[in-house]
């Protein structure tokens, strides 16, 4: 079936954005609904999601002719070798090479991306030096991978769902496709080099924040916001990784990565993991982050940029202050029964601000493998997987929070209100 004038699907006449069919398309119309296709056929664009037919326009095409046609031997086995390949992916229980097998809600839960940034992410990740194999695909490696993160199963798991012969060709799998990622895609989404402290104050800090903590007055002022979270993990025989992982307050072990956010829950970038034996609270962390300026945050950071932080940091507010940074937390009872009502409405204005710390914690532990404990085998690949995964929620997710018309008033009601006198 071919006109060179007439859409192929829907039998419209062809405009100007019409395209030709490709040859994965009319193979799997061929096989899957005996209507042959002849090279060169096009047609509307509308069709097409991802440079592919959609379901819908596969469903549509009808025959309209018959006509015999000529094959050669290696036509034959041309056409066979085809079959066998649409026949042993269509055993598959998942199989993300053909983008018209799993829907978008399929994806989204296996991969936490949709099917169109799905396979936008492989193709960002195509640019790097990861290879298809005789095992599997590009796009069925960073599946495999992503799969992993999203729901924090084991590789042998993996081995099953998606029929590969054993969990070392998974495990060789995941690291060509991290290894991928942590090259083309992590340094352009996260980290201080990939973001201005420029685009921070004015594409990343709203109107009620600017409000509470600079009076609305400074254009020129970062505001972020820094906390600790906890990874867990396995308990190890290496004693003496065992003594400094183990916490003493949750009583297990576990690492801390420090998170440093905008205040409309973009993450910044995420420094560590931390180990959390006594020596290595958030303070402690903090202070070693700013005396090292581990990724050149001193550098970033200028003088009288705000960092808002929660009581465990006290320790830690001197060391910002001597670098010319200011820090607010909320208030301490300091032996009081209660806070006093200037104390309280200071806090609630901190918390106003500091909940989207806790935002994009929480979106990091959607991604099941940070919400279970982490095999010590793993620990070696904790930081590139936090770093993928952060850049996956900064590319991929909108803001927890913007700017609103209203934001402008409101800070200047909150404002009056705290400095009422309490009756």
Same mark, same amino acid.
């Given at each position: ?22 040859? /994965?398309?009319? =193979?799997?119309?061929?096989? #899957? !609904?005996? $209507?042959?296709?002849?090279?060169? @056929?096009?047609?509307? +664009? ?116 998606? /029929?590969?012969? =054993?969990?070392?060709?998974? #495990? !060789?799998? $995941?690291?060509?496709?991290?290894? @991928?990622?942590?090259? +083309? ?119 009288? =940029?705000?960092?808002?932080?929660? !009581? ?112």
């Amino acid at each position: 079936m071919h006109s060179p004038r007439k859409c192929c699907v829907c039998r419209e006449n062809l405009r100007d954005h019409a395209v030709k069919i490709t040859s /994965q398309d009319r =193979d799997f119309i061929f096989f #899957s !609904r005996n $209507i042959w296709i002849p090279e060169g @056929a096009r047609c509307c +664009s509308s069709h097409l999601i991802n440079h592919l037919l959609s379901k819908e326009a596969v469903d549509q095409i009808k025959p309209f002719s018959m006509r015999y046609q000529e094959l050669s031997s290696s036509d034959v086995q041309l056409l066979l070798s085809k079959a066998q390949n649409l026949f042993e992916n269509g055993k598959k229980r998942f199989n993300f090479d053909d983008p018209r097998d799993l829907n978008d809600d399929e994806y989204r839960l296996l991969t936490s991306l949709s099917r169109d940034h799905f396979t936008d992410f492989v193709q960002i990740t195509s640019s790097s030096t990861i290879r298809p194999s005789c095992n599997r695909s590009m796009r069925t490696a960073v599946g495999i991978y992503l799969c992993k993160l999203r729901l924090g199963i084991s590789n042998r798991l993996l081995a099953c769902i998606f /029929q590969i012969t =054993d969990k070392q060709t998974v #495990s !060789r799998s $995941i690291n060509s496709a991290r290894q @991928a990622i942590v090259k +083309s895609f992590a340094p352009d989404n996260l980290d201080f080099g990939h973001v201005t402290r420029q685009d921070v104050i004015a594409r990343h800090t709203t109107t009620i924040a600017r409000e509470l903590m600079c009076a609305g007055d400074s254009t020129d002022t970062a505001i972020i916001s820094i906390d600790g979270t906890y990874l867990y993990s396995q308990k190890s025989r290496n004693n003496e990784f065992q003594r400094k992982a183990f916490n003493l307050y949750k009583k297990r072990s576990l690492l801390k990565p420090m998170m440093i956010v905008t205040i409309t829950g973009y993450i910044v970038t995420c420094i560590g993991p931390f180990m959390s034996d006594f020596n290595k609270d958030d303070a402690a962390i903090m202070k070693d982050i700013l005396l090292r300026s581990t990724d050149n945050i001193l550098s970033w950071l200028k003088e009288h =940029d705000i960092l808002v932080v929660g !009581r465990e940091f006290r320790d830690s507010i001197s060391v910002m202050k001597a670098l010319g940074l200011e820090a607010t937390m909320p208030s301490f009872f300091d032996g009081r029964r209660q806070f006093s009502a200037e104390d309280a409405n200071e806090s609630g204005c901190i918390t106003k601000i500091r909940w989207v710390v806790e935002a994009a914690k929480r979106r990091l532990k959607q991604f099941k493998y940070f919400a279970n404990p982490i095999q010590n085998a793993s620990l070696v690949y904790l930081e590139s997987d936090m770093s993928i995964t952060c850049a996956l929620i900064n590319h991929y997710q909108p803001p927890k929070t913007r700017s609103k018309l209203e934001d402008e008033e409101i800070g200047v009601q909150i404002i009056q209100l705290r400095q009422q006198k309490k009756i």
